[in-house]
């Protein structure tokens, strides 16, 4: 049985688990991202995956990298329709 694994952690949560990565290791993170999430979450090596991806994010670009990309591409589209027109 395979439960989807949602991203919808906010900012000081994520930011709580990338700290006990740091700190403690990926499995403590792990187990955290677990309470946080109270799901049953079977495929660990994605949560592991993910923690990781989220901790270089912010070691390389800071708080900005945790923000949905999605503002991105609509701020990119609108720029393209301006630079058309």
Sequence with gaps: ???FISKNLTVEQWLKIIDVCKNEGIRVAELE???I???ILKHSCEIC????TKARLVDNYGMKSLIKKR???IQKK????????
């Design 78 to 85: 609108e720029m393209i329709l301006i630079i058309m027109e």
């Design 37 to 39: 999430k109270s799901k």
């Design 71 to 73: 503002f991105w591409k």
């Design 33 to 35: 991202y677990r309470i």
């Design 1 to 3: 049985m395979y439960f």
């Design 49 to 52: 995956k993910r923690i990781k």
